[in-house]
Protein backbone atom coordinates (compact mmCIF):
# COMPACT_ATOMS: atom_id res chain seq x y z
CA UNK A 1 0.00 0.00 0.00
CA UNK A 2 1.16 3.41 -0.88
CA UNK A 3 -0.04 6.64 0.78
CA UNK A 4 0.02 9.73 -1.34
CA UNK A 5 0.19 13.35 -0.12
CA UNK A 6 -0.31 16.25 -2.48
CA UNK A 7 0.50 20.40 -2.10
CA UNK A 8 1.08 23.00 -4.21
CA UNK A 9 -2.63 24.51 -4.87
CA UNK A 10 -4.23 27.49 -4.62
CA UNK A 11 -5.77 30.36 -6.47
CA UNK A 12 -4.01 31.54 -9.61
CA UNK A 13 -5.12 33.76 -12.10
CA UNK A 14 -5.85 33.14 -15.62
CA UNK A 15 -2.42 32.74 -17.76
CA UNK A 16 -0.21 31.90 -14.29
CA UNK A 17 1.34 29.27 -12.37
CA UNK A 18 1.51 26.64 -9.78
CA UNK A 19 3.58 23.16 -9.40
CA UNK A 20 1.79 20.23 -7.22
CA UNK A 21 3.87 17.88 -5.76
CA UNK A 22 3.22 14.41 -4.64
CA UNK A 23 5.01 12.40 -1.51
CA UNK A 24 4.78 9.42 -2.13
CA UNK A 25 5.15 6.76 1.02
CA UNK A 26 4.72 3.08 3.08
CA UNK A 27 6.04 1.44 -0.65
CA UNK A 28 9.03 1.43 -2.59
CA UNK A 29 8.39 4.83 -4.74
CA UNK A 30 10.74 3.57 -7.61
CA UNK A 31 8.64 1.25 -9.31
CA UNK A 32 5.89 2.53 -9.34
CA UNK A 33 4.33 4.90 -12.42
CA UNK A 34 2.28 7.71 -11.26
CA UNK A 35 -0.06 10.01 -12.49
CA UNK A 36 -2.19 12.76 -11.54
CA UNK A 37 -6.17 13.43 -12.04
CA UNK A 38 -8.51 16.11 -11.24
CA UNK A 39 -12.16 16.38 -11.22
CA UNK A 40 -14.05 19.61 -11.84
CA UNK A 41 -17.42 20.36 -9.87
CA UNK A 42 -19.83 18.37 -11.84
CA UNK A 43 -17.94 16.45 -13.37
CA UNK A 44 -16.46 12.93 -13.71
CA UNK A 45 -12.76 12.51 -12.47
CA UNK A 46 -10.08 12.84 -15.78
CA UNK A 47 -6.71 11.99 -16.24
CA UNK A 48 -4.16 14.83 -16.78
CA UNK A 49 -0.62 13.45 -16.71
CA UNK A 50 1.23 10.62 -15.90
CA UNK A 51 5.10 9.47 -15.83
CA UNK A 52 6.45 5.92 -16.05
CA UNK A 53 8.43 4.95 -13.15
CA UNK A 54 12.14 6.00 -14.20
CA UNK A 55 10.57 8.98 -15.69
CA UNK A 56 11.47 7.82 -19.08
CA UNK A 57 8.20 7.88 -20.60
CA UNK A 58 5.19 10.41 -20.18
CA UNK A 59 1.22 11.09 -21.47
CA UNK A 60 -1.08 13.75 -21.20
CA UNK A 61 -4.31 14.79 -21.97
CA UNK A 62 -5.12 17.02 -24.96
CA UNK A 63 -6.41 19.53 -22.91
CA UNK A 64 -3.01 20.22 -21.05
CA UNK A 65 -0.31 19.08 -23.54
CA UNK A 66 1.87 22.09 -23.96
CA UNK A 67 0.80 23.48 -20.57
CA UNK A 68 1.51 21.00 -18.08
CA UNK A 69 4.64 19.08 -17.37
CA UNK A 70 4.84 15.63 -15.02
CA UNK A 71 7.97 14.90 -13.83
CA UNK A 72 9.89 13.33 -10.20
CA UNK A 73 12.37 12.57 -8.37
CA UNK A 74 12.90 9.12 -7.59
CA UNK A 75 15.39 10.25 -4.28
CA UNK A 76 13.27 12.30 -2.99
CA UNK A 77 9.71 9.70 -3.63
CA UNK A 78 8.01 12.85 -5.16
CA UNK A 79 5.71 13.41 -8.26
CA UNK A 80 5.75 17.42 -9.82
CA UNK A 81 3.27 18.98 -12.03
CA UNK A 82 4.18 22.15 -13.38
CA UNK A 83 1.38 23.88 -14.96
CA UNK A 84 1.32 26.87 -17.39
CA UNK A 85 -0.32 29.17 -18.79
CA UNK A 86 -3.33 27.97 -16.45
CA UNK A 87 -7.23 28.67 -17.32
CA UNK A 88 -10.39 28.73 -15.74
CA UNK A 89 -11.64 25.44 -17.22
CA UNK A 90 -8.43 23.97 -14.85
CA UNK A 91 -10.10 24.55 -11.94
CA UNK A 92 -10.45 21.14 -10.67
CA UNK A 93 -9.26 19.14 -6.75
CA UNK A 94 -5.78 17.91 -8.40
CA UNK A 95 -5.34 13.84 -7.39
CA UNK A 96 -2.28 12.29 -7.15
CA UNK A 97 -2.19 8.71 -8.20
CA UNK A 98 0.36 5.27 -8.47
CA UNK A 99 0.25 2.12 -9.64
CA UNK A 100 2.78 -0.78 -10.72
CA UNK A 101 1.13 -0.97 -14.26
CA UNK A 102 1.53 1.17 -17.29
CA UNK A 103 -2.12 0.97 -18.29
CA UNK A 104 -3.28 0.98 -15.03
CA UNK A 105 -2.18 4.60 -14.05
CA UNK A 106 -3.66 6.61 -17.38
CA UNK A 107 -7.12 4.66 -16.53
CA UNK A 108 -8.04 3.06 -13.49
CA UNK A 109 -4.69 3.88 -10.53
CA UNK A 110 -5.06 1.66 -8.02
CA UNK A 111 -3.67 4.62 -5.24
CA UNK A 112 -5.14 8.02 -4.54
CA UNK A 113 -3.86 11.15 -2.55
CA UNK A 114 -6.81 13.32 -0.84
CA UNK A 115 -6.37 15.37 -3.69
CA UNK A 116 -5.61 19.72 -3.63
CA UNK A 117 -7.76 22.48 -4.85
CA UNK A 118 -7.00 24.44 -7.69
CA UNK A 119 -8.75 27.70 -9.18
CA UNK A 120 -7.84 29.76 -11.85
CA UNK A 121 -10.13 33.39 -11.74
CA UNK A 122 -10.56 34.57 -14.82
Known amino acids: QVQLVESGGGLVPAGGSLRLSCVAS????????MGWFRQAPGKEREFVAA????????WYSDSVKGRFTISRDNAKNTVYLQMNSLKPEDTAVYYC???????????????WGQGTQVTVSS
Open 97 to 111: TADPSITAIRKTPGS
Open 26 to 33: GRTFSILH
Open 51 to 58: ISWNGGST
